[in-house]
């Protein structure tokens, strides 16, 4: 076990981390903060939810002079979510310093932005083709920089963004320190690595440290028509407490959600096509446990850092291996046991096969319960609820009118009665979604060689310069990307 304390961090980043209630370092923290703080380079292989902000975040703000009120540190991610998320950690790590931390994303207003910048925060983090605006328009100044993060390369690389962060990169002075994370490592990242970096010490967390040793994982082998009567009932049985389910198309997310709310689910649906209001808005229902169910693509809730949550179901398997991790990646947290459920179509099982064997891990089957299960589930939370009163509660002042209901009942009948009143009993609404295709292992395969040449464009063809081919804009309007204006 590697604690903070044993990292040599200074006294007001300590302050903060004890306040936060962190003791033990991650893997990635242990073996990035004492490069960090040498000042290294550090290119750092690991996911969402491994601790990369702190990792990342303890050495920049070791760093900032807070009587300097010029930019210091540089943080680039791929979307407003993971923007907004890592500023408010450094925020929150850098309190007792002084530190200032502004999140700098598209969708906002440019003057208000500006005018946020002119009150000078030592640390911006902002998405690609924002920062890259602001930059050129002289609204951000990068001369006193000395520490610069790349957040997701990997991913900023399948958005589109290469150029743009190499162009970043240039526009930073030369004798800074720069920390990049991807989960992977394609070969335009290595160049950023060998080019643009300097002698960059290694660090990678495997993914079985990541994110699968919490998590139990199941399967549901299900037919198309028959998921959504699968997903209530087993809502029903499992009760959790704050769940999130994924679906392939923003259309598959918009028919889940009103299909729940039909069944009296307490569910909100967020994916690309809504405004950036709206998203923070279901965000900050579900982290208040207003809503219990977030109902999300892969593009909108990456970079999702929510503590609580205790079932993932995937009700459409996705495309490929490393989408799976990152989902069920979203429970399991801090320590704690989640369950992944995926949803899997009798054509879809030889693809079951390939994520067990590229994750190493195996998925317990599960059997799809009936209407009568799933009611005799609810039926048991109001016993547990029932029994935990009956321990903890003072009854006494109940027992008088106990004895009157005794009484004019039999006992049976009176506790039948409190278990039916306090039972949520599900509407049987009809639901029908529009079906999907189903995801084969042929089709994961061509859709990953159909990114690698479409990365391989990016050298060609540069989104900042606007010159995109036929073929990426084909490919940005296949995932509902805005490019920069959403990001």
């Known amino acids: 076990m590697t604690t903070f304390q044993s990292l040599g961090i200074s006294k007001p980043i300590m302050k903060a981390l004890e306040k936060m209630g962190f003791e033990e370092a991650t893997p990635i923290q242990a073996q990035t903060i004492p490069f960090g703080l040498q000042g290294k380079d550090v290119i750092g292989q690991a996911q969402t939810g491994t601790g990369k902000t702190a990792a990342f975040g303890i050495p920049m703000l070791d760093k900032i002079d807070k009587d300097q009120k010029k930019i210091q540190g540089l943080v680039v991610a791929p979307t407003r979510e993971l923007a907004i998320q890592v500023s408010e950690e450094i925020h929150r790590l850098g309190k007792f310093k002084g530190v200032r931390t502004l999140p700098v994303y598209g ?46 390369a990997d991913e900023m690389l399948n958005m589109g963004f290469i150029d743009d962060i190499r162009d970043i990169l240039k526009a930073i002075p030369e004798q800074r320190q720069t920390l990049l994370f991807s989960a992977t490592m394609p070969k335009e990242i290595r160049e950023i690595a060998t080019t643009l970096m300097k002698k960059p010490e290694e660090v990678k967390v495997k993914a079985k440290e990541m994110t699968v040793s919490n998590i139990n994982q199941f399967f549901v082998e299900v037919q198309e028509k028959q998921k959504f009567d699968t997903l209530t009932n087993l809502l029903d049985i499992h009760a959790p407490e704050l769940a999130i389910i994924f679906g392939r198309t923003k259309k598959r997310v918009d028919e889940v959600t009103e299909g729940l709310h039909a069944r009296g689910f307490r569910a909100e649906g ?68 989640g369950e992944a459920i995926s949803f899997i179509t ?11 064997k590229t994750t190493k891990s195996k998925m317990q089957r599960l059997q799809a ?26 009854l006494q002042d109940y027992r008088e009118t106990a004895a009157e209901l005794l009484n004019q009942h039999d006992s049976m009948t009176i506790v039948a009665a409190a278990l039916k009143m306090m039972t949520k009993e599900r509407r049987q609404t009809p639901v029908t979604l529009t079906s999907v295709q189903p995801v ?48």
């Open 369 to 394: 319960p009936s209407v009568d299960e799933a009611r005799l589930g609810q039926q048991q939370i109001t016993v547990d609820k029932l029994n935990r009163t009956i321990e903890k509660a003072n």
């Open 107 to 152: 969708g906002q207003h440019m003057q208000r932005q500006i005018r946020a910048l002119k009150d000078g925060p030592h640390i911006v983090v902002a998405t690609p083709g924002r920062l890259l605006d602001h930059i050129r328009r002289k609204t951000i100044d990068t001369s006193n920089v000395h520490t610069a993060v790349l957040d997701e």
């Open 346 to 356: 009798p054509r879809e099982m030889p693809h079951l096969h390939l994520i067990e």
């Open 440 to 487: 084969s292992v042929k089709k994961a395969n061509n859709d990953k060689n159909k990114r690698k040449n479409y990365r391989g464009d990016n050298k060609r063809n540069s989104y900042r310069k606007g010159k995109q081919s036929g073929r990426n804009r084909k490919f940005q309007n296949k995932r509902g990307s805005n490019n920069k204006n959403n990001y």
């Open 270 to 337: 967020i994916h690309g096509d809504l405004t950036q209001g709206k998203r923070m808005s279901v965000l900050n229902k579900f982290k208040n446990g207003r809503i219990e169910i977030l109902v999300a693509t892969d593009v909108a809730a990456r970079g999702l850092d929510i503590s609580g949550v205790t079932h993932v179901y995937n009700f459409d398997v996705p495309q490929d291996p490393e989408s799976y991790v990152h989902r069920i990646g979203r429970t399991g947290r801090a320590g704690k046991g």
